[in-house]
């Protein structure tokens, strides 16, 4: 089955450092990858949706000059949290669909990234 | 936009007895796809069931199966013989059949669903 990798699975950093997580679609391309974050106990909001090749498109209310997208290959999109402050404190998930996935093909997800801001 | 709501928070269920979660969504569209997810306190996403919004027929997959009902715009999961591997939280979610590959999935707000042995 389609496995998409996210790395770090967890992560600590001080106020004011900037974090870099990484989704991989391990056996699948993937033009679109999504990313979402997640409060405890709290539904998935999107943040951005990553196009390879070209600028993510983010969701209204997310600074994008705060998150970072960076989609450089088909199998590969990065996340950066810039200048990282404690209410960054979340659970960030990255998702994607094969390329060449049917109509009705689900999104495969990645395991997360707790990130915690000290 | 479309919305989806889930307007249970919690539910628990008896181990080996049924559960129906509720799910209601909101569109203007007519092509669409509706899914069911699992995320279990390991927090991956686990896809439980989907369902095509031009098929009749209600989505299946072993105790996991689903009542479509178009016209009110409801989907709920039913799940049959509880285990106590099925306590999790879950997220009804909808994705329009326009955009491709660019078509974003929309969650409801999810249940936690409590299994008693």
Redesign the interface.
Known sequence: GAVVSQHPSRVICKSGTSVKIECRSLDFQ???M?WYR?FP????M?MA?S?EGSKA?YEQGVEKDKFLINHASLTLSTLTVTSAHPEDSS?Y?C?A?A?T?A??S??H?G??TRLTVT | AQTVTQSQPEMSVQEAETVTLSCTYDTSESDYYLFWYKQPPSRQMILVIRQEAYKQQNATENRFSVNFQKAAKSFSLKISDSQLGDAAMYFCAYRSALAGANSKLTFGKGITLSVRP
């Open positions: 993937a033009t679109t999504f997640q106990k709290k539904s998935l999107l949706t196009n498109t659970f998930i998702s669909r390329l996935g109509p009705n689900p999104l997800f395991n997360g």
